[in-house]
């Protein structure tokens, strides 16, 4: 049963398997591969090192408005529950600054913005959570306006 299987995955020749004869022309083989890859307009491929591609510099990486001045619909999760304070991670704002939390059931408060690491979601303190009568364990909408 083995050699069935093996047989569907290559271009094998089994002879005498189902009273075949072996077949009298070689299998045709692929031709080397040469020079660079080319890209599907036939040009070739720029391959960048996979290292250099995960390494982004800080200035290759998309910034955030240094002020957020809007109103945004943002879903959260819970931050780390060992910071203290009323603090929001969001990819919002570059700098810290004051904004105003607002969720669906209409609870407000004032938190502190805090870029989040590598633009990632957004995550609010247990502080800003118990604030507005969020549940803990949830992702939660909340809208997030700047402080007057």
Do not use: H, Y
């Not at 083995?2 to 022309?25: E, K």
């Amino acid at each position: 049963m083995s050699l069935l299987l093996l047989a569907g995955c290559g271009n094998l020749d089994f002879p005498d398997l189902r009273g075949q004869a072996a077949s009298s022309t070689p299998a045709p083989t692929a031709a080397p591969v040469t020079g660079a890859p080319l890209d599907a307009t036939g040009g070739a491929l720029t391959v960048p090192d996979a290292v250099e591609e995960d390494m982004v510099s800080e200035a290759e990486a998309p910034a955030a408005s240094s002020i957020f001045t809007g109103t945004e619909q943002v879903v959260a999760s819970l931050g780390d529950p060992a910071v203290p304070g009323l603090w929001m991670e969001t990819s919002l704002v570059g700098t810290e600054q004051q904004a105003v939390l607002r969720s669906a059931s209409g609870a407000e408060v004032q938190v502190t913005l805090k870029p989040a690491a590598n633009g990632g979601s957004a995550r609010v303190s247990i502080a800003a959570m118990r604030a507005l009568g969020l549940p803990l364990t949830e992702l939660v909408e909340l809208q997030v306006r700047p402080a007057n």
